[in-house]
């Protein structure tokens, strides 16, 4: 944070590949808004990530871009990646050339998702109506730097005249103790059960990570801890999603179980993220929606900027305290919602919908924003 009369935060601005720079310029639309009302300033630069960097720089994170990251109090980040890229190398395409170098270089740890599926929205969810009436609340706390995404060794070759693919799950104490500390506060600022999801009747690193949980919930005295195999975890997510709070996870387990939140909430292009490091009081932070690039809508001016305009918020929340804007940018998502706005991804055919394109959404936002008497 600089400046003396008035908060200011500098934030990098990577909006990526596809339908990442059209939802990426609705959410500067409604920060411009929140920042006239609630009376702070941002300084965003905007850098090049993922495949348009590998267009335009030759690699998807280039070092201009990881300086302006180095130099800001969080990263606002779209979404990368793309069929035109997946001829390269695993390590020089989008994902694997910038996200995951982010995360690691910056040790963004903790990955929080939350996944709301609003009343408003429960036709949108392929969930009976009849499980979920009233919506549901999750937030997914995911371990984002280990597992077997960052363990070593990892090979791809050829031995013993077969081709072999080796990946290495491999987990510290440490690193468990670190996200269970977060996903325990997490569950007491909000409804207090914890459910840890593993895989500990298979995995040596799930008994660990079972034992760890249990060695720090007596810390939370006010959280209710239960554990559950990621598979029961899995079809409970389909089954009843009411039934969970907080959940907390391992990398790999938290990738697949948080795109299934999302489809469950009714679309991905509703749930924001946040990835998170967290050194003394503060916090640096990647935001980023859940979603993908979709290069197959981008362009035609149907994307849903939700999910970009709720991680700008989440931003606002966790990187610049800016709390009160941070909650009134997502009022004003559930204002519009309630309305009745819905791009394409969120329509169900019911009365009352009003059908709305990317830009349009922005308008009903900033205008929801400002003036929310009238919604």
């Known amino acids: 944070m600089i400046g003396a009369d008035m908060n200011t935060y500098k934030i990098a601005v990577l909006p990526g590949d596809g339908i990442g720079p059209e939802v990426m310029e609705q959410a500067l639309r409604v920060l411009d808004a929140a920042e006239r009302k609630f009376s702070f300033r941002t300084e965003r630069t905007v850098c090049y990530v993922g495949g348009a960097a590998i267009d335009h720089c030759g690699k998807a994170l280039p070092e201009e871009?990881?300086?302006?990251?180095?130099?800001?109090?969080?990263?606002?980040?779209?979404?990368?990646?793309?069929?035109?890229?997946?001829?390269?190398?695993?390590?020089?395409?989008?994902?694997?050339?910038?996200?995951?170098?982010?995360?690691?270089?910056?040790?963004?740890?903790?990955?929080?998702?939350?996944?709301?599926?609003?009343?408003?929205?429960?036709?949108?969810?392929?969930?009976?109506?009849?499980?979920?009436?009233?919506?549901?609340?999750?937030?997914?706390?995911?371990?984002?730097?280990?597992?077997?995404?960052?363990?070593?060794?990892?090979?791809?070759?050829?031995?013993?005249?077969?081709?072999?693919?080796?990946?290495?799950?491999?987990?510290?104490?440490?690193?468990?103790?670190?996200?269970?500390?977060?996903?325990?506060?997490?569950?007491?600022?909000?409804?207090?059960?914890?459910?840890?999801?593993?895989?500990?009747n298979v995995l040596l690193?799930?008994?660990?990570?079972?034992?760890?949980?249990?060695?720090?919930?007596?810390?939370?005295?006010?959280?209710?801890?239960?554990?559950?195999?990621?598979?029961?975890?899995?079809?409970?997510?389909?089954?009843?999603?009411?039934?969970?709070?907080?959940?907390?996870?391992?990398?790999?387990?938290?990738?697949?179980?948080?795109?299934?939140?999302?489809?469950?909430?009714?679309?991905?292009?509703?749930?924001?993220?946040?990835s998170l490091c967290r050194n003394g009081s503060s916090t640096f932070g990647l935001y980023e929606p859940s979603g993908g690039s979709a290069p197959d809508i981008a362009g035609k001016g149907i994307a849903n900027p939700i999910a970009q305009i709720l991680s700008m918020a989440m931003l606002l929340r966790y990187s610049c305290r800016e709390t009160a804007a941070a909650n009134a940018v997502e009022e004003a998502v559930r204002r519009v919602i309630a309305a009745g706005y819905r791009t394409g991804d969120l329509c169900s055919g019911s009365t009352g919908e009003i059908p709305v394109g990317t830009t349009a959404m922005g308008d009903a936002i900033i205008a929801a924003l400002e003036q929310p008497h009238l919604f």
């Open 65 to 200: 871009t990881l300086r302006v990251c180095e130099s800001a109090d969080a990263i606002l980040f779209g979404s990368v990646g793309g069929p035109k890229w997946d001829a390269l190398p695993p390590d020089e395409r989008p994902e694997r050339g910038a996200l995951l170098p982010l995360r690691k270089h910056f040790n963004l740890y903790a990955n929080l998702r939350p996944g709301i599926c609003l009343p408003e929205l429960v036709e949108a969810s392929p969930i009976k109506n009849s499980i979920i009436p009233n919506g549901f609340d999750i937030l997914c706390v995911r371990e984002l730097t280990g597992g077997m995404y960052f363990g070593e060794p990892k090979f791809y070759g050829e031995r013993n005249g077969e081709t072999l693919a080796l990946d290495t799950l491999v987990y510290k104490k440490s690193e468990v103790e670190r996200i269970a500390h977060v996903a325990f506060a997490a569950a007491r600022g909000r409804r207090g059960k914890l459910c840890s999801v593993d895989k500990a």
């Open 205 to 274: 690193s799930s008994v660990m990570w079972r034992e760890v949980m249990d060695a720090i919930a007596p810390q939370y005295p006010d959280v209710e801890l239960t554990h559950m195999y990621v598979d029961n975890a899995a079809m409970q997510l389909v089954r009843n999603p009411g039934q969970f709070d907080v959940m907390v996870t391992e990398n790999t387990f938290g990738d697949i179980l948080t795109d299934e939140m999302a489809i469950v909430c009714g679309s991905l292009g509703m749930l924001p993220s946040a």
